[in-house]
């Protein structure tokens, strides 16, 4: 369907929810890692990869690989891996795997709905760990730096370059780089 770039969103927003509810809080890099920002073990905890098959039937095929009990390395980086346990916390694998379905299920239907793509949208920017920030897109075209503004409807990341005061570019495909405040 037109909604397709959206399922990562979905399970994204499934996954952020379910780790709430164990007391941990993460969001979302754009366009699909799960980071801790604060905490004893900040780092990147999920990666999202969805894949839209034209069929028949035509399907999204989506995977979540979450990191429960990985080592973490004392490297100081910002962003290397980090897990539930690392964060001080412990869950059961299938008790969590149980949740974020739940709750992706209850987003795709949500999602089906008239006006769910709007919802699901704004779920995904108040997850967002990217909105607002100064950025670096390392985009097929070349880079783009600049504030992260907004994500539009089909999941393109909107930067608004340095020095540039209204317009923004869409940025559909690329590495992003959190950067430090000018």
């Known amino acids: 369907s037109e909604n397709h770039p959206l399922v990562t969103a979905a399970l994204a927003v499934a996954t952020i929810d379910a780790l ?9 890099k754009w366009p699909n890692d ?3 920002e604060g905490g004893p073990a900040p780092g990147k905890l999920a ?12 399907a999204v095929v989506v995977g979540l690989g979450l990191n429960l009990t990985w080592p973490v390395r004392d490297d100081d980086s910002p962003l290397g891996a980090t897990s539930i346990r ?10 969590m795997l149980a949740v974020i379905l739940a709750g992706f299920d209850t987003c795709l ?11 699901l949208r704004s779920e995904q920017v108040a997850r967002s760990a990217t909105l607002g920030r100064r950025v670096r897109a390392e985009t097929p075209s070349g880079p ?14 909107l930067i608004r370059p340095d020095g540039q005061a209204s317009q923004s ?6 590495d992003v780089t959190h950067l430090r405040p000018v």
């Open 34 to 36: 799960l980071v801790v």
């Open 86 to 95: 690392a964060c001080g916390h412990k869950v059961d694998r299938w008790d």
């Open 47 to 58: 990666g999202i990869l969805a894949e839209y098959v034209s069929g028949p039937p035509p």
């Open 20 to 28: 709430a509810g164990i007391g941990l809080s993460a969001a979302v």
């Open 144 to 157: 783009v730096e600049g504030t992260a503004v907004d994500i539009t409807n089909d999941g393109s990341l």
């Open 169 to 174: 570019v869409p940025v559909t495909v690329g």
């Open 109 to 119: 239907e949500d999602l089906a709905k008239v006006g769910g793509s709007k919802r």
